[in-house]
């Protein structure tokens, strides 16, 4: 490309694409490291910003005694750390890789997420530095991470823009990024719609999530069945830049068959907006360890109680896609409903229903009472439905983000035939390589932050011209 075409584009030091966490821990690291025009580039228009990170509630880091948790929890709840922590000392690096490799199989890239899980506890100080604050979780599930962001992922994603602005950095709304090409070796220039484009940049972050919101690419990847499905998330995540760096040759990585998709509510729409966070976690159905899961033909199909539901949790939504009407029933006894411990979105679930017998259950929503009987009659162990009256709460899929991504290295550096790609990085959910079977609560979101923190100081240093690594 020759100065005369790039004349008149709008230029920057550092873009990066999508307002997501990782894209805004990327924008923050950039200017922390030096660059002294980052511009975030978001599809949406500013009112419903946030991306899907705004619909969250808590990320998985490992803890290394009470004092590190009693440090973030500052303030009034400090005191409440031993009562949270219910006797648990520490959460360990290798505890923690353990269990990402054991929910997600090991056809994951090892070295990267044992780099993530490395950087997990050092990552979480500095987003704790930069304005981050975290609460105890107020309804946990057994096994459940003891803290939370404070107001959930509206609170994150808040702090994120407010901490991204006061640094110097710039967001700009509605510009969708639909093509990426090299100007020179390391620049590139960026098309879409919008008054924004072309950009030129002389360093590039894509942070702008799966593919989960394209029909098509769905239908392709995921198979047919994923064509139609209801989306836990914003329907902006479409997968253009992803599918811009793979026309570049960037290389891919990670399971493109598979998604993550979790027990929801029936009445989940179907997409969910930045601002509708209260509406998502009312949504969520992952008490299933303390009951059971039929499908319609009143078949149990899952071992409900094999791990913590939030470990186990999108294991149950994938098989929730191969049942007959895509839909299940998770039931409970009184000594359940009694104990107080089901989520308030449970008991309020317009849809479920409460049943004197099992039989008057089934019957009511049209399960197989006869198969259900049985499969109850046949319950081993510790699990038992023998308490009336029974709650029967109905659970549909909710695709989260899709699996398959771009192929980093632990620098967040995007690579092209095995080798990085100069002047382009990727952090978040646009990343391959993390998941390939279950997925550990909270990862996605450390993940996002440990791969954004080192793309964004990694593409300030490029476009400084500073060779080396960071
Ligand atoms: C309901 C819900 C709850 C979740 N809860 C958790 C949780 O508690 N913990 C956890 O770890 N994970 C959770 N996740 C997973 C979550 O998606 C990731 O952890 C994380 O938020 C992804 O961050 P990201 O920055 O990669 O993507 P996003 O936050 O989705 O950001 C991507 C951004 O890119 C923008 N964009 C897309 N295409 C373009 C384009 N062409 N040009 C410009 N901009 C574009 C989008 O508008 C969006 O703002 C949840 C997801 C959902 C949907």
Request: charged fraction near 20%; proline fraction near 6%; aromatic fraction near 8%.
């Amino acid at each position: 490309m020759n100065a005369g075409q790039i004349k008149g584009m709008n230029e920057w030091q550092v873009v990066v694409v999508g307002a997501g966490n990782a894209g805004l821990c990327a924008g923050m690291a950039a200017l922390q490291a030096g660059a002294r025009s980052v511009a975030v580039l978001e599809a949406a228009p500013k009112e419903t910003r946030g991306g899907n990170s705004s619909l969250t509630k808590s990320m998985r880091f490992p803890w290394p005694d009470s004092r590190y948790i009693s440090a973030l929890l500052r303030g009034p709840h400090d005191h409440r750390v031993d009562e949270l922590l219910a006797g648990r000392s520490r959460y360990t690096e290798q505890e923690y890789f353990d269990d990402w490799l054991r929910v997600s199989g090991s056809r994951v890239d090892t070295a990267l997420v044992e780099s993530i899980v490395r950087r997990s506890s050092e990552t979480v100080r500095w987003m704790s530095e930069s304005g981050q604050r975290w609460v105890p979780r107020s309804d946990p599930l057994p096994g459940d991470f003891p803290v939370v962001l404070d107001g959930g992922g509206q609170g994150l994603q808040g702090r994120n823009f407010a901490c991204f602005e006061r640094l110097g950095g710039t967001v700009l709304y509605q510009s969708a990024v639909t093509d990426i090409e090299v100007a020179d070796p390391g620049r590139y220039v960026l098309r879409g719609a919008g008054p924004a484009f072309p950009i030129i940049c002389d360093a590039l972050v894509l942070a702008s999530g799966g593919f989960e919101a394209d029909a098509r690419m769905r239908a392709r990847h995921l198979g047919e069945q994923w064509r139609e499905v209801k989306l836990r998330g914003v329907p902006f995540n479409k997968g253009a830049p992803l599918a811009a760096a793979t026309a570049l040759g960037a290389d891919t990585a990670g399971n493109w068959e598979r998604c993550h998709v979790t027990p929801q509510g029936v009445h989940l729409p179907d997409h969910l907006l930045p601002g509708q966070m209260h509406l998502s976690h009312g949504l969520a159905r992952y008490a299933f360890p303390r009951g059971i899961v039929v499908n319609r033909d009143g078949r149990r199909f899952f071992d409900e109680s094999s791990e913590y539901s939030s470990l186990a949790y999108v294991t149950l939504g994938q098989r929730i896609m191969d049942q007959p009407g895509k839909i299940v029933y998770q039931i409970f006894d009184n000594r359940v409903i009694e104990a107080g411990v089901l989520p308030k979105g449970y008991l309020t679930d317009p849809a479920s229903v409460v049943a004197p017998s099992l039989e008057d259950g089934a019957r009511r929503l049209s399960l197989d009472a006869a198969n259900l009987v049985n499969e109850v009659r046949l319950l081993a162990g510790e699990k038992r439905l023998d308490d009336p009256p029974f709650l029967f709460v109905p659970a549909v899929a909710g695709l989260t983000f899709t699996y398959g991504g771009l192929a980093v290295n632990v620098n967040a550096e995007v690579l092209g035939g095995g080798e990085p790609i100069d002047g382009l990085y990727a952090a978040g959910v646009i990343v391959g390589g993390l998941y390939d079977e279950g997925y550990p609560a909270g990862t996605a979101l450390m993940a996002g932050s440990v791969l954004g923190r080192r793309a964004g100081t990694s593409a300030a240093r490029h476009s400084l011209g500073v060779r080396g690594a960071a």
